[in-house]
């Protein structure tokens, strides 16, 4: 965790996206006195907004995405390996990698609902406090921050096969929008792969959207295991 927050693109990725909630607030809808739960609707409105869509894949892959062709790159790697093992920086680095891409949009996205919070909350006709729409907004929080995760490691999924830090930086960007593409384009009831989905859980994902979560634990299960085993090819070579 110290190695992940001294990383200087964890805090850049982290007040890009502060920037992106609050310019994306809509402001223009805060009209006093406000209806009660206004404060946790306008913050969700934020968070399905085309400018968080958008910055999905870029954030996610800003912090530690290349960090494998940073650290092979510096000649750092090989004295990396000999104090700790194979195995042990497989395991460090996806995990460093999938936090790195989770972390940004859920520290910004809390820090945006208390904000949000304490700045709506008292201009609300007051009444009993919606812990329900609470639950609905940290759950969506959730979701963002998992996908960032997923893309993140796709980044270091790239990273490891082309060594390069222009296609770590530029290929989950080009998949995500060809997804998006795909989706809307060509396969419109293909819900599954579309990334806007992943956040608002609107269709039928199962009994209280439980097909959702089953999806992203599967899918960052998957590009963590991918990831770990481009990695071991990689290391095996050094």
């Not at 008292?122 to 893309?151: D, K, V």
């Not at 999806?215 to 095996?236: D, E, K, P, Q, T």
Request: charged fraction near 15%.
């Amino acid at each position: 965790m110290k190695e992940l927050l001294r990383e200087k693109g964890l805090w850049e990725s982290l007040l890009l996206c502060i920037a992106t909630l609050f310019i994306g607030f809509p402001f223009d809808n805060i009209q006093p006195p406000l209806g009660e739960g206004s404060f946790l609707k306008l913050y969700q409105e934020t968070l399905d907004t085309q400018m968080v869509l958008f910055l999905l894949p870029i954030a996610a892959s800003l912090p530690m995405g290349a960090i494998y062709v940073k650290e092979s790159s510096a000649g750092f790697l090989r004295l990396y390996i000999t104090r700790i093992s194979r195995m042990e920086y497989i395991r460090k680095k996806t995990l460093q990698i999938y936090a790195s891409g989770f972390l940004p949009f859920f520290l910004a996205g809390m820090l945006g609902m208390l904000l949000s919070f304490l700045a709506l909350y008292p201009l609300e006709i007051q009444g009993a406090f919606p812990w329900e729409g609470m639950s609905e907004a940290g759950l969506m929080l959730l979701r963002i921050s998992l996908a960032g995760g997923i893309l993140a490691e796709i980044s270091g999924v790239f990273a490891a096969l082309s060594r390069n830090y222009y296609m770590a930086y530029g290929l989950p960007f080009v998949c995500y929008y060809m997804l998006v593409i795909l989706k809307e384009r060509y396969f419109t009831k293909m819900y599954a792969m579309y990334p806007a989905e992943w956040i608002r859980c609107a269709q039928d994902w199962g009994v209280d959207g439980l097909g959702i979560w089953v999806f992203l634990a599967a899918f960052s299960i998957s590009v963590m295991l991918l990831h770990g085993l481009l990695l071991y090819r990689c290391l095996s070579e050094i």
